[in-house]
């Protein structure tokens, strides 16, 4: 597994990349088969550092966690136990997507952009432009799944929604988390 392993505004030590490779190899090899690679990014956030993980598997599908606390050794372990927790969860699920899947995850390309929020306070203010001013753009890329894995997918990345191609109909689909926790799905007609 290929490690990425860096620090937002602050030094990452030789002893915590080797710390780091030998929790997650250990954690997600146990539940997942042929992890394929791994980005930690640690930050500080006031008096606690954060700890961001997220592992590509070669079926395509991402996991990802996040965890703070007040040393950087502690933040990893519990964001390590969090990706392991995920993949115990999903275990079965991950093989059973694998043995059903001949080839990985297909993707397609995709833009996303994110637009500049509103500067002023009160909502009483009239825009100037109804014209978005757009602050970045950059690459994405939109998988082809069944419903139920582009659910699964977007449960194991923590994402609020996901957008997919629906292999059963080769359409845009889009699956999201309801504020009554259940899950929605989306599904454009023609």
Not at 17 to 31: F, M, S
Not at 96 to 115: F, M
């Amino acid at each position: 597994m290929r490690y990425k392993i860096s620090g937002r505004q602050i030094e990452i030590g030789n002893a915590l990349q080797v710390h780091v490779q030998d929790g997650l190899g250990a954690a997600v090899e146990k539940y997942a088969e042929r992890p394929t690679d791994a980005n930690v990014v640690f930050s500080k956030s006031g008096h606690e550092f954060v700890c961001e993980a997220s592992v590509h598997l070669s079926t395509g599908l991402t996991a990802s966690a996040k965890a703070a606390a007040t040393e950087i050794y502690a933040a990893f372990d519990a964001c390590c136990d969090k990706m392991e927790k995920q993949l115990r969860r999903y275990k079965r699920r991950l093989k059973d997507h694998h043995k059903e899947r001949a080839q990985p995850v297909e993707t397609s390309g995709g833009s996303t952009y994110i637009l500049a929020g509103s500067e002023t306070g009160s909502e009483d203010d009239e825009p100037e432009s109804l014209q978005p001013i757009i602050v970045a753009e950059m690459e994405t890329s939109i998988p082809s799944l069944s419903v139920g894995e582009a659910v699964m997918q977007m449960e194991l990345a923590g994402a609020p929604l996901l957008v997919f191609r629906n292999e059963g109909q080769n359409r845009v689909n889009v699956v999201y988390r309801r504020e009554d926790g259940n899950v929605g799905w989306i599904d454009p007609s023609n």
